[in-house]
Nanobody
Framework: QVQLVESGGGLVQPGGSLRLSCAAS????????MGWYRQAPGKQRELVAT???????NYADSVKGRFTISRDNAKKTVYLQMNSLKPEDTAVYYC???????????????WGKGTQVTVSS
């Protein structure tokens, strides 16, 4: 019932910007940490950024100073503003969230299906 749906991916030239969004929907009691991960072909999935319900953030060293994660708790949405994009940022970006569903008593990890980001000239 709970779903995470990403949007905002696409093709952009090096140095350009994109903003990804991920909205949680369904029967949700509470949302904890939300984050973004990415996976390039032939590589393992890696953490990009996380944000707590209180707004504390954490970033991978490779994106510090270029990416900004934020969230709107009322909209149950997490964002990733990506600036100064590089070809090595090319990957499928996945949204992640720890959620207590309305019908559950425990936390569980939920994942979106991913959105493609391609940085190329």
């Amino acid at each position: 019932q709970v779903q995470l749906v990403e949007s905002g991916g696409g093709l952009v030239q090096p140095g350009g910007s994109l903003r990804l969004s991920c909205a949680a929907s369904g029967s949700i009691f509470s949302i904890g940490v939300m984050g973004w991960y990415r996976q390039a072909p032939g590589k393992q999935r890696e953490l990009v950024a996380t944000i707590t319900s209180g707004g504390s953030t954490n970033y991978a060293d490779s994106v510090k100073g270029r990416f900004t994660i934020s969230r709107d708790n009322a909209k149950k949405t997490v964002y990733l503003q990506m600036n100064s994009l590089k070809p090595e940022d090319t990957a499928v970006y996945y949204c992640n969230a720890g959620i207590v569903a309305g019908t559950a008593k425990v936390w569980a990890d939920y994942w979106g299906k991913g959105t493609q980001v391609t940085v190329s000239s």
